[in-house]
């Protein structure tokens, strides 16, 4: 089994930035892909940004492009989500989860945290 655990969300004003981390453990991180998932209430979970395991790829829905930065540190087992320019429609809950193999389907990931949640105020 593959550990993830996130850290880093809260309340932020529209406008404002967070970063969240994705802490692995338990089996090699570095083989895995890592996708970044949000959930907002009453929503599907969707696709936010996915990374390579070697990081030399990164993937970000429309909506955030330009404002998150996806990144990988594979000597300290983490990934991270720098998150920029919030606006209140990033509200949700945000997980991380790895799979052999990048993807933006989320039904294709192994292993996923828990979640953090995220809320931006307007």
């Known amino acids: 089994q593959l550990q993830l655990v996130e850290s880093g969300g809260g309340l932020v004003q529209a406008g404002g930035s967070l970063r969240l981390s994705c802490a692995a453990s338990g089996r090699t991180f570095s083989i895995y892909a890592m996708g970044w998932f949000r959930q907002a209430p009453g929503k599907e979970r969707e696709f936010v940004s996915a990374i390579t395991s070697g990081g030399t790829f990164t993937d970000y829905t429309e909506t955030v492009k330009g404002r998150f930065t996806i990144s990988r540190d594979n000597a300290k087992n983490t990934v991270f989500l720098q998150m920029n320019t919030l606006k209140p429609e990033d509200t949700a809950v945000y997980y991380c989860?790895?799979?052999?193999?990048?993807?933006?389907?989320?039904?294709?990931?192994?292993?996923w945290g828990q979640g953090t949640p995220v809320t931006v105020s307007s």
């Open positions: 989860a790895a799979k052999y193999g990048y993807s933006r389907e989320y039904r294709e990931y192994e292993f």
